[in-house]
């Protein structure tokens, strides 16, 4: 019996013993899909990926997020589903923690936190395989990620918070009060200039930031600041650009293979990295939701051979089922989220030009846009025609992309065409998660 | 060892002598209880010797080898053990004096037993017998109402589906408030492993695993002074669940158990016909131009003839009988050195409503064998296959309810050319229903090995290996017909999901009695833990089929995979000890301490002291002689014990995280912060109880009140978005759980014939969040019904509360809690919770010679629940494509109408006018009006059980032991002022803090089953 005895007694005790000792190691575990943060961006590799990383920010809120918030607030989309966010953004009457307002602010945060520590990291790699043209390429498009960012974010919100430093602790965020929209702009403006210098220029890239994409970036933002021979300028620089052209059909553009020459900036997605945005455009005998269907004015002036001319392709169906079909890879959700396209350069230049009264050069700019589309050119004479010709046209060119609310609210006029006369509501409002957690924060009037 | 074997071979040799010299004297005899009641399984044994027989059904036993100079022994748990000569004639009959039941047992704690009259610590049991045939797969559904201050709320009617399990109320917000399971000894892993996405619905109760009929007994410890050795894992109480084993030297037992059932939906959803739809529609459509200003007489209604529409009936096509099948066969027992049980079991369960259905397969072995006097293995193995038809409702709008729900009811099922119709977001139901193809296969194998060798009479070592190990396959596939699929020629996805929970055990008990009578008690021990506790899962996805014959995903034209791991480690050292003196006065202590990988660098290690006092008055002389109490015991402990459940593996860690692709290239993202001193949640719990039983016993009685204070809550405290989070994980926050417990046990009538027994108990706990960084909304897909805020219980209900439809306007008035005359978020307010203040059972038994009928109520009040089904279909025209429930019909209409439903309008106007059409549905409220919250306070027949045993005369002639045969209905009746089909229900159950909503789920199924158990 006692050799046994002293056998497990023997056991017993090595096994605490043996506990005690290995204990610490025991206990440290490391996750296999994800790294500490303090190692994020140490080497080509890493740095790399983070800006992939911020890449797929930008895509994570215009897949169709922000393409929702651009369309079904005006007049060319109508709510026709179940989802009552999207109803509540239909009526203009968006509660605090209106999932769709709420997702995008959210992601574009988070985007420019990824972007944030690109900028602050990525200079102090030091890692032969990153030659400096890549470094500066790098840190480009981190600038030019965080410029759309607070573009997107001002124009939606008004002036917000702006975080440049990566958050590593929640001590980096004290005291930071909302900015006005000048000083949002002005950092979007700051960020472009840099973008603008560290970022290269081929001539085939369009799903990735370039020198022309930051150019026209900035032209829209000029456009949007009223600063309109600077839109002018920036917009020729692009235009001028061979690498773009207005292509043909209209239909073209959102038809794969996608990266026409139209886009300037446009996102792919791809069989593993999939945008399933048609899912509330189509019907559901196509297995979509139809959440978001093609207004009956809309209709009208695509099928009108005067107005929409080549853009009817952006519908299809008949009667009381017309639905969208900007997206439309329903079998393999790969559509683009299009961001940037050269036709809105013409516009932008169009519209810097009227404002400035050069209204043949205008209209010129202009009747590219309706010639690409078969549309005869505008007869549009004064000023002010010229102008709501533009707007009229930016309404059909653009019609289910993250437009018309925008220009509506930029030119003041959403009171008189949308009928939304209380002001409060042109901006969305922070989201009731921010005005609960954070002492820094103020909401925007009338929420 | 050769000199091991040579001692038995003597010991077994000597044995088999002795049985042969003293065999010439056969005893039999009977063995009765109180009242002269026939004692089943009572252990007979021969003073000196090992042979013991069981007594059987009658109490009838026969042991060979009695002699006159021997005397036996008759036990029998809850009876005094009696010493009793062998009569010369061999014939006895001994009625058995009946110790204090309640107080009396011996009952398992943490790693070791105790006679419940020690007991420092509040813990429950539950006889098996006590949950046998109720129609429900899981052990833990079954225990509500069963014992106080255990909160049981199925889900859902689903079988197998999702259970809410609550021991003295939500201790946490973020991490689990789900106990610990323990089942011989092994930590079971209660996380889901369904993948197969629910609509926020829990799919499955893991517990469902285990067949109930295995089950001997359960241990449910409540207080800090039960819960503490379990240190880091027992915070929100633990359930130790003890399945049946043999017993040396009985002859094989043999059960068979079969049942059947039918099952039926006590009440179906309503929705509105097709002319009352196209009525409502039109006068939204009226109201909603008069609102805009238009002139009436050029309205044009949307439907000029509603009256003429038709109206297609999809409800009645949702619901079917459902047939439940049970059939168990077991057979235990031993021989003089090992003892064994073998259990088989078969359930297929089908749901109510199309097309659920669950089945389960169960295999148990449980062996012990002494290798020596000293030396014990012994093992416990369970094997179950489970399978799940899953059917998605709840949350999911193309889920099978919500296409026949929500879909307008003149609106055709099928179109023309006779294929399925589908409208708005929602799929056809018929086409669910016929091609959903969703099949969640789960392997449990539970298994344990151990090693106990007697060092000592008074010292004891244990030793054991547990492993818990779960694979779930899951098999997609969405056809052409149904939504899911039609987009991209059918859409697969295939889930492979493992958990594994190893524990390594050892312990080295101490129990010993000393001094003068025995007057010092001991009981002490000491040991270690190792657990790990690993999650892998492996998902591939497919697109693209040839047609629907195809469904495996290697026939896809596009396809894309991926595969998780996380692991959790825990290691743990703990101690604990007991004094008794004189039986009178107990005191213990325990102490544990965890080291856990979860947590923080700077905060891995936790200690959890507890301790306890018990003063057992009814020793004392003063109370003797009141001659009051038959048993009186007062008992009163402090601890702590912890939890770490229900956070990430790696949540103090900050990590950037992969899978933040574009365009094919590999990119990460921050996705965590950082914090190296997470550690714990804290919870301090004090209890003070007393036990007692008056009137001979026939009255037992126990009372607790406890104070359980949760500090450094694991709380994802919300940050501004800003920050590029949205949470982040601290300890931060407070909750406080109180109340008091009542359990009653009462033998109304005991006479040789009648007996009746009442049991009853009921459990107030009062639940309030006692500290919190900021408030926490969340729930209901964004819309933030829930709200967790200080001051507050967890599980409220923040809305718009709706004051009152003024008569003259027919507009919703709401109250403006920021009095700033008009209607913005700042006005939602907590109106309510999902918690109720106080639930019970109430059990009856009444049996009559062989007959027995047993009834058995639950009842729970003071919840709320939150009508979903009404929020989205009594929407006043707002939704196009949405029907209507009847409580639409009850909207304003005319001036001077008095109701709660505003007038119908999708006018949208300024949101924040109160008492503006535009808030009647949609505005600033959005609907998220208090009218759609209502009382869900209900009590149930759960079950009432008639059956008629054999009597034991006619059993002997047929060689049996046991034929019982009953009937039995569960759910016959509900009496609830709540609207919906049910008031047990929790729809969006995968998140604790969003209880109480009722959105398409399917209800509580009512059930008739007739079976039979026979033995032999």
């Keep these: 019996m006692k050799p046994l005895n002293k056998i497990i007694k023997g056991i017993a005790m090595l096994w605490m013993l043996s506990a005690f000792v290995s204990c610490k190691k025991y206990l440290t575990e490391i996750p296999n899909n994800a790294v500490p943060s303090t190692a994020a961006i140490t080497d080509a590799g890493t740095a790399r990926a983070a800006i992939i990383g911020a890449y797929d920010g930008l895509q994570n809120y215009y897949a169709s997020n922000y393409p929702t918030l651009g369309t079904i607030t005006a007049d060319n989309v ?100 909302r900015s006005t929209l000048d000083e949002t702009y002005d950092q979007v403006l700051a960020d472009l200039v840099q973008a603008e210098q560290l970022l290269p220029e081929d001539a085939k890239t369009r799903n990735r930031a370039q020198k022309s994409t930051a150019r026209a970036l900035r032209a829209r933002l000029h456009l949007y600041r009223k600063q309109w021979a600077d839109a002018e300028a920036y917009a020729s620089q692009v235009i001028s650009n061979t690498k773009y052209s207005l292509v043909k059909p209209y239909g073209a553009f959102f038809t794969a293979p996608f990266l026409s020459n139209e886009s300037v900036l446009e996102l792919t997605f791809s069989a593993n990295d999939r945008n399933s945005y048609w899912n509330l455009w189509y019907p559901s005998s196509f297995g979509g939701q139809f959440t978001l269907k093609p207004s009956a004015g809309i209709v009208d002036k695509l099928n009108n051979t005067d107005i929409g001319g080549a853009r009817k392709s952006l519908i299809a169906g008949s009667g009381n089922s017309v639905y969208g079909v900007l997206y439309n890879t329903y079998a393999t959700s790969t559509d683009p989220a299009y961001l940037i396209r050269i036709a809105e350069l013409y516009l932008i230049r169009a519209e810097a030009r009227a404002q400035q009264n050069n209204l043949q050069g205008a209209l010129e700019d202009l009747d590219a846009v309706r010639q690409r589309a078969d549309v005869a050119k505008s007869t549009a004479v004064t000023k002010a025609q010229v102008i709501q010709a533009i707007e009229d046209e930016n309404s059909v060119e653009f019609a289910f992309e993250a437009h018309r609310w925008f220009d509506l609210v930029r030119t003041g006029r959403a009171g008189e065409v949308l009928g939304l006369t209380n002001k409060d509501f042109w901006l969305f409002p922070i989201p009731y998660q921010d005005i609960l957690s954070d002492p820094d924060v103020t909401q925007n009037p009338g929420y | 060892m050769k000199h091991f074997l040579q001692r038995s071979a003597v010991f077994v040799f000597v044995l088999f002598l002795s049985y042969r010299v003293m065999a010439q004297t056969a005893v039999t005899g009977k063995i009765l209880g109180e009242n002269n009641q026939p004692l089943e399984n009572a252990t007979v044994q021969l003073k000196g010797s090992k042979k013991v027989v069981l007594s059987a059904t009658d109490g009838s036993f026969q042991l060979e080898g009695g002699s006159k100079e021997k005397k036996i022994l008759v036990s029998f748990t809850g009876y005094e053990t009696q010493e009793i000569p062998v009569p010369s004639n061999g014939i006895i009959s001994i009625t058995l004096k009946r110790d204090n039941r309640q107080l009396e047992e011996v009952i398992i704690t943490g790693y070791s037993t105790q006679s419940r009259k020690f007991i420092a610590g509040s813990i429950v049991s539950v006889n098996a017998s006590s949950i046998k045939d109720i129609p429900a797969a899981g052990f833990n559904q079954l225990l509500q109402g069963k014992a106080a201050g255990v909160q049981v709320t199925s889900n859902s009617g689903v079988p197998g589906g999702g259970i809410t399990f609550r021991v003295r109320g939500n201790n946490s917000i973020n991490a689990s408030v789900d106990p610990l399971y323990v089942i011989d000894g092994v930590f079971v892993s209660s996380s889901d492993p369904v993948q197969t996405s ?143 049980y073998v259990g088989l ?43 799940r038809n899953v059917s998605s409702n709840d949350n999911n709008p193309q889920g099978v309810i919500n296409s026949a729900l929500f879909v307008r009811s003149y609106l055709p099922v099928y179109n023309p050319n006779g294929s399925y119709a589908k409208y708005g977001s929602f799929d056809n139901h018929l086409a669910l229903i016929n091609n959903l193809n969703n099949n969640a296969v789960g392997w449990r194998s539970i298994g344990n090995i151990y090693g106990e060798y007697v060092i000592l009479p008074e010292l004891k070592f244990r030793t054991s290996w547990s492993v818990d190990r779960t694979d779930e396959y899951e098999n997609n596939y969405a056809n052409t017909l149904i939504s899911a699929g039609v987009a991209t020629n059918g859409s697969a996805a295939s889930y492979q999901t493992k958990n594994q929970v190893l524990t390594n055990e050892q312990v080295l008990t101490y129990i010993k009695s000393f001094g003068s009578g025995r007057k010092h008690a001991i009981n002490a021990l000491i040991g270690n833990t190792l657990n790990s506790v690993l999650t892998e899962g492996t998902t591939a996805t497919g697109t693209g089929f040839p047609s629907n014959n195809f469904t495996a995903i290697s026939s896809a034209a596009t396809r894309s995979g991926s595969s998780s791991r996380s692991e959790a480690k825990l290691v743990s050292f703990f101690g604990k000890a007991s004094y008794t003196f004189d039986n009178k006065y107990t005191i213990d202590g325990s102490l544990r301490a965890d080291g856990s990988s979860k947590f923080g660098v700077n905060n891995r290690w936790g200690y959890f002291p507890s301790g306890g006092l018990t003063w057992r008055a009814s020793q004392e002389e003063f109370v003797k002689n009141l001659n009051w109490f038959d048993e009186l015991k007062f008992r009163g402990s402090i601890g702590l014990s912890g939890n770490q459940n229900g956070i990430g593996a790696y949540a103090a860690q900050g990590l950037w995280s992969a899978g933040a ?78 109340g008091v417990e009542i359990t009653l046990h009462s033998d109304n009538i005991n006479t040789k014939e009648f007996r009746w027994t009442t049991d009853f108990n009921i459990a107030f706990n009062n639940n309030k969040i006692e500290k919190l960084a900021s408030d926490i909304a969340l729930g209901a897909s964004g819309r933030n019904i829930s709200i967790l805020r200080q001051g507050y219980s967890v599980n409220s209900f923040q809305l718009y509360k709706q004051l009152y439809v003024d008569p003259e306007t027919g507009n919703a008035v709401y109250d403006d809690v920021d009095k700033s005359g008009t209607i913005t978020s700042a006005d939602r307010q907590i109106v309510g919770n999902a918690l109720p203040r106080y639930t019970g059972g109430l059990t009856n038994n009444l049996s009559y010679k062989n007959f027995d009928l047993g009834f058995f109520f639950y009842f729970q009040q003071g919840n709320k629940i939150m009508n979903m089904n009404d929020f989205f279909l009594v929407h006043g025209g707002t939704q196009r494509n949405i029907g209507f429930v009847p409580r639409q019909l009850e909207r304003w209409q005319h001036p001077g109408d008095i109701t709660d439903i505003p007038r119908m309008t999708t006018y949208s106007g300024d949101p924040t006018i109160n008492g503006g059409s535009a808030n009647n549905y949609g505005g600033s409220v959005a609907s998220l009006s208090s009218r759609y919250l209502e009382d869900g306070s209900f009590i149930r027949l759960r079950t009432i059980t008639l059956s008629y045993s054999l009597p034991s005369s006619v059993l002997r002639n047929v060689k049996l032991t046991n034929l019982r045969v009953y009937v039995q209905a569960s759910n016959l009746f509900t009496i609830t002022k709540y609207k919906g089909l049910d008031p047990e229900v929790s729809s969006q159950s995968a998140n604790q803090n969003t209880a109480g909503y009722d959105w398409a789920t399917v209800p509580q199924p009512r059930t008739i089953q007739a079976g039979i158990n026979l033995s032999f």
């Design chain 2, 661 to 738: 692709n574009y365009l094919d290239n590999p990119g990460d993202a921050p996705t965590q912060l950082a914090n190296p001193d997470l550690t714990w949640e804290t919870t301090r719990q004090a209890d003070v109880g007393v036990e007692f039983a008056i009137l001979n016993n026939k009255l037992n009685v126990i009372v607790d009140y406890y104070n359980k204070y949760t500090y450094d809550l694991l709380l994802n405290v919300p940050v501004p978005l800003r920050s590029g989070f949205a949470s982040y994980l601290q300890n931060y926050g407070a909750v406080r759980n109180k």
């Design chain 1, 78 to 177: 109508v709510f026709n589903g179940t989802l009552s966010q999207y109803l509540q953004l239909d009526q203009n009457a968006i509660p605090t923690d209106n999932v769709t307002t709420v997702a995008a602010y959210q992601g574009i945060y988070s985007m420019i936190n990824t972007a944030n520590s690109v900028i602050a990291f990525v200079p102090s790699v030091n890692d032969p395989l990153l030659t400096n043209d890549e470094k500066n390429k790098i840190l480009g498009e981190a600038y030019f990620i965080r410029a759309i960012g607070y573009f997107d974010l001002g124009r939606g919100w008004g002036g917000v918070q702006l975080q440049l430093k990566p958050t590593t602790d929640l001590s980096a965020l004290k005291g930071i009060k």
């Design chain 2, 198 to 340: 629910m609509g926020n619905q829990q799919q499955s109760n893991p517990l469902a695993d285990i067949n109930p009929n295995d089950i001997e007994s359960i241990q449910i410890l409540k207080d800090a002074n039960a819960t503490a050795i379990y240190g880091s894992l027992g915070a929100n109480g633990v359930i130790l669940v003890t399945t049946k084993r043999g017993r040396l030297n009985s002859s094989a037992k043999i059960n068979i158990n079969a049942y059947h059932g039918w099952s039926n939906a006590p009440k179906k959803f309503q929705v509105t016909n097709g002319p009352e739809t196209a009525l409502l529609a039109n006068e939204a459509a009226y109201n909603t131009a008069i609102d805009n200003g238009q002139d009436p007489s050029a309205i044009v209604l949307p439907f000029p003839k509603a009256d003429t529409l038709p109206t297609y009936d999809r409800i009645n096509d949702l619901f079917r009988t459902g047939n439940t099948s049970n059939y168990e066969l077991s057979a235990q027992g031993g021989s003089e050195k090992s003892t064994y």
């Design chain 2, 345 to 387: 079991g078969y359930l297929k369960q089908q749901s109510i409503v199309k097309p659920s259905n669950f089945e389960r397969y169960s295999a148990r072995l449980n062996y012990d064998t002494y290798l020596s006097r000293r030396l014990k293995v012994g093992t416990s193995i369970n094997i179950t296959r489970t399978w």
